[in-house]
């Protein structure tokens, strides 16, 4: 089956520390998107990668960095500069990120816990 | 004002009502449009894309009015499984998504 996986369901990380969260696609999808969920607020997006060996800063990337080395992952490290990591983190995928129309297919997603 | 803006809800309606949920945007450049739904702890989930001249699947119903830069989601015959979280999204045209914070359902028996 084709989609979107995620890893691990949960996480939890003591202060200081630098973890990295997996997403994998086999899709063929080009683009690939890193959000943040809290409560009661819309997802934010973290980083963006419309092609390998390219990726643009979203909205929140501070205290975040990727990778795209490979077309199907785009791992998110969270560092310890990130002051509020407790989140839900979303990964996503769409055929293309130049398209006009651009459905974006989500994993099952992340949830960190700061400890 | 937000770019995505939706009533937080929640709708509390019995089954087999029908419901409608607004969203409106802000960027008058925005270019395709979305309802994505979200169950509690889920991933969000495409529900149906938006059109100029509107769609229609099933019980769902999508409509957009770019004078008024609005879009509707409508749910006829209201089903438990309805019950979720709707999500309004914006494609900005800069190669990004704009999510609303979510209408909440609520279907009751």
């Known amino acids: 089956d084709g989609g979107i996986t995620q890893s691990p369901k949960y996480l939890f990380r003591k202060e200081g520390q630098n973890v990295t969260l997996s997403c994998e696609q086999n899709?063929?999808?080009?683009?690939m998107y890193w959000y943040r969920q809290d409560p009661g607020q819309g997802l934010r997006l973290i980083y963006y990668?419309?092609?390998?060996?390219?990726?643009q800063k979203g909205d929140i990337a501070e205290g975040y960095s990727v990778s795209r080395e490979k077309k199907e992952s785009f791992p998110l490290t969270v560092t310890s500069a990130q002051k509020n990591p407790t989140a839900f983190y979303l990964c996503?995928?769409?055929?293309?990120?130049?398209?006009?129309?651009?459905?974006?297919?989500f994993g099952p997603g992340t949830r960190l816990t700061v400890l | 004002r937000k770019e995505v803006e939706q009533d937080p809800g929640p709708f509390n309606v019995p089954e087999g009502a029908t419901v409608a949920f607004n969203c409106t945007y802000s960027?008058?450049?925005?270019?395709?449009f979305f309802w994505y739904r979200q169950d509690c702890r889920k991933e969000p989930k495409l529900l149906m894309s938006?059109?100029?001249s509107g769609n229609e699947d099933g019980r769902f119903t999508a409509q957009l009015n770019r004078a008024s830069q609005y879009i509707s989601l409508l749910i006829r015959d209201s089903k438990l499984s309805d019950s979720a979280t709707y999500l309004c999204?914006?494609?900005?045209?800069?190669?990004?998504?704009?999510f609303g914070t979510g209408t909440r359902l609520l279907v009751s028996p």
């Open positions: 996503a995928s769409s055929i293309s990120g130049r398209r006009s129309v651009n459905e974006q297919f």
């Open positions: 899709l063929n999808h080009d683009a």
């Open positions: 990668s419309q092609i390998v060996n390219d990726f």
């Open positions: 960027n008058s450049a925005s270019q395709s």
């Open positions: 938006v059109y100029s």
């Open positions: 999204v914006v494609n900005t045209g800069f190669q990004k998504l704009v």
